[in-house]
């Protein structure tokens, strides 16, 4: 098995999910003690949650190309950045390092394929539902139709995200607003939706949703440890 390199801490609330989900999945290929060959770099959220809300990208991707490196350096094989938003800079983390680095979209978009689904909604961040790092890479890689909700409706997911799950706080009110705006963009066609927060699946689940739920924390752990037992 390759030594699995976590760039986590964004939130550490969701790479605890990270670290669960890789260990599950490596035990269930592997049976009795085993578990995954993994480390992890944890980043100071305030610091990077700064930089993403002042517009300073490169600074925040200096920030995460040396937790790149870092992990590289202490033998990881394969890197996963255990958040959807900072892939904005993961060009940039990529060419600071010689081991691939497994972008979390592609693992979604590649899912969500192989599901038959063509027309997919997408809940994150404001920054990963507004800008086009992010749906672009499933439109233009991947051919999906990518429906985002309204703006009434991201800045809701974005402050929820950012006031609430990432401290720890799950609330009914604020599950139920994310099943109104899911089911909102299932009357606009949407076929399945997206999580395209790392933290968005500690809110909603499968029984939430009247299609499938693609929750991009469980895909692209999964995809790493298909990665490392390849």
């Known amino acids: 098995m390759k030594v699995i390199g976590l760039i986590g801490g964004m939130s550490w609330e969701s790479s605890i999910e990270y670290y669960r989900l890789i260990n599950e999945a490596t035990r269930a290929r592997l049976g009795g003690l085993h578990s995954a060959k993994s480390l992890m770099v944890s980043v100071d959220f305030a610091e990077i949650e700064r930089l ?16 790149a490196a870092a992990l590289e350096s202490g033998g990881a094989e ?39 689904i063509r027309t997919v909604g997408l809940l994150g961040t404001r920054f990963t539902m507004e800008e086009d790092f992010y749906t672009s890479r499933l439109s233009n890689t991947y051919g999906l139709n990518v429906k985002i909700p309204d703006a009434g409706a991201r800045q809701a997911i974005h402050r929820i995200i950012y006031d609430e799950l990432v401290v720890g706080k799950v609330r009914p009110q604020s599950k139920a607003r994310y099943v109104g705006i899911i089911e909102n963009l299932v009357r606009q066609g949407a076929e399945g939706v997206i999580l395209g927060c790392t933290e968005i699946g500690l809110l909603v689940h499968a029984e939430d949703s009247p299609v499938p739920l693609f929750d991009t924390t469980r895909i692209h752990a999964e995809a790493a440890v298909e990665y490392a037992f390849a």
């Not at 993403?52 to 937790?67: F, I, K, P, S, V």
């Not at 958040?83 to 592609?106: C, F, R, W, Y």
């Open 78 to 116: 394969v890197l996963v950045l255990c958040t959807n938003t900072m892939h904005k800079v993961a060009e940039e983390i990529q060419a600071g390092v010689s081991i691939p680095l497994l972008h979390i979209a592609d693992a979604a978009a590649q899912r969500v394929r192989a599901s038959g």
């Open 52 to 67: 993403q809300h002042h517009g300073r990208w490169e600074d925040a991707a200096r920030m995460l190309t040396a937790a």
